[in-house]
């Protein structure tokens, strides 16, 4: 067997799960679809009626909004409630986790209202916006303006605080980093009720460097300033198509973003987009953008693709015929480009409605796509949820970007999932240490993809059934994942805490730093009023008991152990 040959697997016997999952796609079509057109309809009448209103009258709100929050928090007695927690249901969240530390006893906090678009001041390019803002919210006001958050994650649905105190990313990520990034300041309410704001340069600059990734456990969000920048009207895409093995893929996808000179700061020589779609172990498809303007686009010759509309193929799918017409070059509107994957959901909107890419189904039904994830979760049932953890991977595994070979490699022999998702982004060397930081000396190392103030890393998207379970192969889901965890640790990687994480405690502080994020849980009064980070991303139910006595032990976790 050679070195990139999955090892051989007995077959799976199937069991009454398989066959619910096989025709899911029934309850989908005919409810979940329907509901989740209903709800994104909605939304959209909500997103109006607020962009109707003056800054100052969405200001107003915000601030009765906020003494809400703080009022809430007030009449939270320690003695007798549980940790806080926002009133989200547990199933709403895009992310795999259900949330599960919602189902232990929790003093809930509404902050259902905080939805609106603050402000865009064109002058300071920056947008002020609360933390259920989605994605397309956003881009729908700002693009029209041709302004733009500088990272724009691809999915709709997705907000700007679950980007910020969790993970985001975009095809803009080599220049400007993971979205929180590129917050300039956040609004917080802390655990006493005390209002304040975080900037890099003020007195809560521990607290502003500590947020990110910290899963919404050292206070309230309740608004952010975000950077904007210039763009123009349409996005000019080239596909360029790669045939080798998967070193030579990922060497491929290196040279097409970073410059071999080390000029990485050269706008000439770095495109605005990257990312990069591997197919099989021997192909893959490489996509840089750069904007352009709308007499460019139209000029005669140019081939302009309107990906928004439902009918059109799906973007994966679409960028997959490059493979065989060859490279070719096409000018998509920038705001269709942003949200190219939603449709589809990447290419999980295969797996749920195995025909919904069929040119009869996206021209009756493509309309209503894609189904809302927290409505598939609402709709799955204990057994179809447990069945996904096992016979289903959505994980991210972040890693250096000169390890990106190594890292397909191992994702082809442990797990056989395909397409894969490649995404550069910037890992930037600061003042203190986060949670997620570069390697220790990366500035002296040289590698391609780096500068002196930043190490590029790349998001390695594994999004699909694994091949053995395509195959009807007996696949451990949670112990491959466990697999990918030790990897990751051992390469200096990170794994996004939305996905369904197998980390032990001991483990969880390994992979990331803890210093700053214990430092700022002690001094703004967090520890027992809020769960710990990792506490709220442990797979599996939590008891009330559970989480109190972890809490009780604070100064006594696995994080000193590995210290």
Known sequence: MSDL???????????????????????????????????????????????????????????????????????????????????????????????????????????????????????R????????????????????????????????????????????????????????????????????????RATKDNEYSDLFYAIPWSQGTLGLLVSAEIKLIPIKEYMRLTYKPVVGNLKELAQAYIDSFAPRDGDQDNPEKVPDFVETMIYNSTEGVMMTGRYASKEEAKKKGSVINNVGWWFKPWFYQHAQTALKKGEFVEYIPTREYYHRHTRCLYWEGKLILPFADQWWFRFLLGWMMPPKVSLLKAT?????????????????????????????????????????????HRLFKLPVKTMVYPEPGFEHQH?????????????????????????????????????MEDWLIENRGFQPQYAVSELSEKKFWRMFDGDLYEHCRKKYGAVGTFMSVYYKSKKGRKTEKEVQEAEQAHLETAYAEAT
């Not at 107003?60 to 806080?84: A, T």
């Not at 969790?166 to 300041?185: K, P, Q, R, W």
């Not at 103030?453 to 949670?478: C, H, I, K, N, W």
Request: aromatic letters at 12%; proline letters at 4%.
């Open 5 to 123: 040959e999955a090892p051989l697997r007995p077959k799976r016997k199937k069991v009454w799960v398989d066959y619910f999952v096989q025709f899911r796609w029934i309850l989908v079509i005919f409810v979940v679809l329907p509901i989740s057109f209903t709800l994104y309809f909605l939304t959209y009448l909500g997103d109006v009626k607020s962009e109707m209103k003056s800054y100052k009258q969405r200001q107003k709100e915000h601030d009765e909004n906020v003494k809400k929050v703080v009022k809430r928090l007030k009449e939270r007695n320690p003695s007798k409630d549980g940790l806080v927690c926002t009133a989200r249901k547990p199933w709403i969240a895009v992310g795999m986790r259900n949330v599960d530390y919602k189902r232990a006893r929790h003093f809930e906090v509404d902050l259902s209202a905080f939805r609106n678009i603050l402000e865009i001041d064109k002058e």
């Open 125 to 196: 390019m920056i947008a002020r916006v609360e933390p259920l803002v989605n994605m397309g919210q956003i881009s729908r006001a700002s693009v029209p303006m041709n302004l733009s958050l500088a990272v724009v994650a691809e999915l709709d649905d997705l907000t700007v605080g679950g980007l910020i105190n969790g993970y985001g990313i975009e095809g803009s990520s080599h220049i400007y980093g993971l979205f929180s990034d590129t917050v300039v300041a956040y609004e917080i309410v802390l655990a006493d009720g005390q209002v304040v």
């Open 380 to 424: 799955q049932g204990e057994a179809i949820r447990n069945y996904y953890h096992e016979m289903h991977v959505i994980q991210d595994m972040l890693v250096p970007l000169y390890k990106v070979g190594d890292a397909l490699e191992w994702v082809h022999q442990e797990m056989e999932v395909y397409p894969l998702w490649l995404c550069p």
């Open 447 to 483: 590698y391609q993809g780096d500068t002196s103030y930043a190490q590029m890393y790349t998001d390695v998207g594994v999004y699909y059934s694994p091949g053995p379970v395509l195959r009807g192969e007996v696949f451990d889901g949670a112990e491959a994942v466990r697999r």
